[in-house]
């Protein structure tokens, strides 16, 4: 039985057409390895990564990156608030500077992972949860109560004395986003967490120390 040449051309044209369908489902399924939280690649159709329109590195993310973002940003918010008060609390001018480089450094920090939050469409606070609930290092309301009435170089050492604390918490939290998280710009940010603020615990122990 003879083929006619239009025969031909449907027949070709079907199996381009097949071919190209399998091409994008094995571009929707990705190569990334299994993912240890929920979340995985969010937006729209991944596009080649040579092209000039692949997805931003925080479109790439798991539970674990969420949940550091969550935590982080009310745990920077109070090491925020507990430095600007020795601004006008502190008296001695190692603590005063100290206090304004974790607020220069932070503050930036808090809007880079709310950023990254609104990116991903997740809430800033975890559902069902409260901001600060559970956080390692976390001020209680009634410590921040203390510090907000000490002056001088007995602020100078509680501030030093919480801020150690604060500052335990936040390594741990990193250290976990490195070993959990997949958000290769959240990994980095928990690395230099780490490194800022255990170079800063080691300071305040100096502080504390001579004063």
């Not at 020795?86 to 932070?106: M, S, Y």
């Not at 921040?144 to 936040?170: N, P, T, V, W, Y």
Request: aromatic residues 2%; proline residues 5%.
């Amino acid at each position: 039985m003879s083929i006619t040449r239009s025969a031909v051309r449907r027949l070709a044209l079907t199996a381009v057409t097949a071919a190209g369908a399998m091409t994008v489902l094995t571009a929707c399924g990705g190569d990334s390895g299994p993912m240890t939280g929920a979340h995985g690649m969010t937006g729209g159709t991944p596009a080649p990564a040579a092209t000039a329109a692949a997805p931003q590195p925080s479109a790439t993310f798991n539970d674990a990156d969420v949940m550091f973002a969550q935590m982080m940003i009310p745990h920077h918010e109070q090491a925020v608030e507990m430095s600007e008060l020795a601004a006008t609390r502190a008296a001695d001018p190692e603590v005063k500077e100290l206090a304004q480089k974790i607020q220069g450094a932070q503050d930036p920090e808090i809007t880079t992972m709310t950023g990254w939050l609104r990116a991903w469409g997740e809430a800033t606070v975890p559902q069902g949860g409260h901001a600060g609930h559970g956080m390692p290092g976390m001020m209680t309301e009634g410590d921040l109560a203390m510090l907000e009435e000490a002056e001088g170089a007995e602020f100078d050492r509680m501030f030093s004395q919480m801020m150690i604390s604060h500052h335990k918490g936040a390594v741990e939290m990193a250290r976990t986003e490195q070993a959990q998280g997949l958000n290769p710009e959240a990994v980095r940010l928990a690395r230099t967490i780490e490194t800022a603020q255990q170079a800063e615990i080691e300071q305040m122990n100096k502080i504390l120390a001579r004063l």
